[in-house]
């Protein structure tokens, strides 16, 4: 399973009166291994989370409760605002995409499932150094 840019994903509900069961399993649902989970909450509607590239690391938002935006830019003016707001939908993010996560609802769980380990090195948190990057990737 490969997946050329950042989209979102559904994943298969099961479930019964007793209520719904969502599973996602790595190289199955998502185009990767999970190595790292995380989760934001808490995050006033104020806040912008994210606001950084990863060189390596591919990952899959889904937010378990309530909602947030997703905004992504790929440093070639493409960009997209993506709705997550369904328990069993997600975005994939693709490596080398801008990412800010906002609008939190006051009930919002944001699951991150990532493709790698935490290596701070990998991050690019300057946008500037980020589009510099880029521009030097297509040449």
Not at 4 to 19: S, T, V
Not at 125 to 136: F, S
């Amino acid at each position: 399973m490969k997946y050329l840019g950042p989209q979102m994903l559904e994943f298969p509900q099961n479930g019964d009166e007793r209520g719904h069961l969502v599973v996602v399993e790595g190289q199955k649902d998502i185009p990767f291994d999970i190595k790292r989970i995380f989760y934001i909450y808490g995050s006033d509607e104020s806040v912008v989370r994210g606001q950084h590239a990863n060189r390596r690391t591919e990952f899959v938002l889904i937010n378990v409760a309530g909602q947030c935006k997703v905004k992504v830019r790929d440093g070639k003016g493409n960009e997209a605002v993506f709705l997550l707001n369904r328990p069993h939908t997600g975005i994939y993010l693709p490596k080398m995409v801008w990412k800010d996560m906002y609008d939190f609802s006051q009930d919002s769980v944001l699951l991150c499932l990532a493709s790698e380990h935490y290596d701070a090195s990998e991050y690019i948190r300057e946008y500037d150094k980020y589009l510099k990057l880029i521009e030097e990737e297509d040449k």
